[in-house]
């Protein structure tokens, strides 16, 4: 069965650069969401997406935006990187109507700044 | 992970039984998760319960809910050594995304 597909899957960038993760749902997924997971932490909600507007809003910094295209794949767009940006960042998926709330993890994208 | 607790280690033997408990505070959550996360990689879904719900048995795992405590937990019987891994509870706190525990590492003895 095909899965949540999340590139690149390591990233390493220096301070004050910009980084681009990308990730694709399962299909007929409608909802796509993003974690940010530091070391020896638990994930923590970033923003989410449903039908390509925006539907929820965490922690994420004012540095990061993220957006959902018409194929429903999703980009989190990060700028001037900080040290404490190194993490694993989880997106993962969901159809909206599932009775659940199940949401679907890809592998992660870890992120290295340095 | 501030509104969900969950113990920081747990240790068993393999063959024996784990237990790994887990405290939420927003009983207006419907569904409760517990997702298992191995070294370096991505969460894989183990099982849910629905909060009317509670018991639920899945091959190996069983999750028992109070809610009149807001205490959830999941026993994997016969645990191996592929049980060895870190793992979540988590809820949905009224929206849809989710909020995790800190997560329990579990080690399996040989």
């Known amino acids: 069965a095909a899965g949540v597909i999340q590139s690149p899957r390591h990233l390493i960038k220096e301070k004050r650069e910009t980084a681009t993760l990308k990730c694709y749902p399962i299909?007929?997924?409608?909802?796509v969401y993003w974690y940010q997971q530091g070391p020896g932490q638990d994930p923590q909600f970033l923003i989410s997406?449903?039908?390509?507007?925006?539907?929820d809003k965490g922690s994420i910094p004012d540095r990061f935006s993220a957006q959902q295209f018409s194929d429903y794949h999703s980009e989190l767009n990060m700028s001037s990187l900080e040290l404490g940006d190194s993490a694993l960042y989880f997106c993962?998926?969901?159809?909206?109507?599932?009775?659940?709330?199940?949401?679907?993890f890809g592998p992660g994208t870890r992120l290295t700044v340095t | 992970g501030e509104d969900v607790e969950q113990s920081l280690f747990l240790s068993v033997r393999e063959g024996d039984s784990s237990v790994i408990n887990c405290t939420y505070t927003?009983?207006?959550?419907?569904?409760l998760y517990w997702y298992k996360q191995e070294p370096g990689a991505g969460l894989q879904l183990l099982t849910y319960?629905?909060?009317?719900?509670d018991m639920k048995q899945d091959q190996r795992l069983t999750v028992l809910l109070n809610k009149k405590d807001k205490h959830l937990s999941l026993r994997i019987a016969d645990t191996q050594t592929g049980d060895s891994a870190i793992y979540f509870c988590?809820?949905?706190?009224?929206?849809?995304?989710?909020?995790f525990g800190k997560g329990t590492k579990l080690s399996v003895i040989p």
């Open positions: 993962a998926s969901s159809p909206r109507l599932a009775d659940n709330y199940e949401q679907y």
């Open positions: 319960i629905f909060s009317n719900m």
């Open positions: 299909p007929r997924h409608d909802t």
């Open positions: 988590a809820e949905v706190p009224g929206s849809y995304q989710l909020t």
């Open positions: 927003d009983s207006s959550s419907t569904y």
């Open positions: 997406f449903y039908e390509k507007m925006q539907s």
